[in-house]
């Protein structure tokens, strides 16, 4: 089956600084890659939509300031987490799909901590 | 009104138990459904899709229900591998963008 890989699968960072994550489908293109946040006992919250060569859309409540999208390529969409606090602690992920209707493949999350 | 609504959790039952998982949603032009598998702290995985005529994976069975816009999941003989929780997943038509229900934690005890 498809494989979308995530890394890094967990990062601790000081409050104040950036994080990235790379999300990539390694065997199929992805014009459209999806990012993800998912707190404790919480569903998956659709953070942004990622397209390749334009900019991402990002779901109301969203800072696209401080949750920076960049897909450069058809196999690889990076979220970076941008002066990150405390709250930022999560667990983030990525999916990507074959087609419009067709069923993701995830990533297998990063678990970011900031302290 | 949420746009994918499930049954709330945790349903816990024994090893060889049937169980059932409900789902609705709200936009009726949906169209393309799926059941994901989560386990604690790992990235959902696609346990199967759902067509309209319903379909069968081992002792997994889904059905769609387009007129009611209602998905099940049946799990026969349930064995404790199969603790988990589970989503409901509908495909947005007009942005392809995937929606999730908040999930349903199921727990299988010896």
């Known amino acids: 089956g498809a494989v979308v890989s995530q890394h890094p699968s967990w990062v601790i960072c000081k409050s104040g600084t950036s994080v990235k994550i790379e999300c990539r489908s390694l065997d199929f293109q992805a014009t459209t890659m999806f990012w993800y946040r998912q707190f404790p006992k919480q569903s998956l919250m659709l953070m942004a939509t990622?397209?390749?060569?334009?900019?991402?859309?990002?779901e109301q409540g969203v800072e696209k300031d401080k949750f920076l999208i960049n897909h450069a390529s058809l196999t690889l969409s990076t979220l970076t987490v941008t002066s990150a606090h405390p709250e930022d602690s999560s667990f983030y992920i990525c999916?990507?799909?074959?087609?419009?209707?067709?069923?993701?493949?995830f990533g297998q999350g990063t678990r970011l901590t900031v302290v | 009104r949420k746009e994918v609504e499930q049954d709330p959790g945790p349903f816990n039952v024994p090893e060889g138990a049937t169980v059932a998982f409900n789902c609705t949603y709200s936009n009726s032009a949906s169209q393309s459904f799926f059941w994901y598998r989560q386990d604690c702290r790992k990235e959902p995985k696609l346990l199967m899709s759902?067509?309209?005529s319903g379909n069968e994976d081992g002792r997994f069975t889904a059905q769609l229900n387009r007129a009611s816009q209602y998905i099940s999941l049946l799990i026969r003989d349930s064995k404790l591998s199969d603790s988990a929780t589970y989503l409901c997943v509908v495909n947005d038509q007009s942005s392809y963008k995937l929606i999730f229900g908040s999930g349903t934690r199921l727990l299988v005890r010896p």
């Open positions: 999916s990507a799909s074959r087609g419009e209707l067709a069923e993701a493949f």
């Open positions: 759902v067509y309209s």
């Open positions: 990622s397209n390749e060569g334009s900019k991402a859309t990002y």
